[in-house]
């Protein structure tokens, strides 16, 4: 019993790790690409005609 719960735990433990690491990856890239993003859009509204 005690090899099964061990088993369980390392499987747990690291599809956790690997989870927490690919959300943590993700994040980076999408902030990264949000500030690119808005960078772009400024600098569009910055040349449109003025009212």
């Known amino acids: 019993m005690n090899t ?18 690919l959300f943590g990856v993700g994040y980076n890239l ?3 690409q949000a500030n690119t993003y808005s960078g772009h859009v400024t600098s569009v509204e910055a040349d449109l005609p003025s009212k």
Do not use: Q, R, Y
Not at 4 to 21: D, E, H, N, Q, Y
């Open 4 to 21: 099964a719960l061990s088993t369980f735990l390392k499987f747990g433990i690291t599809a956790l790790a690997i989870g927490i690491l």
């Open 30 to 32: 999408m902030s990264d």
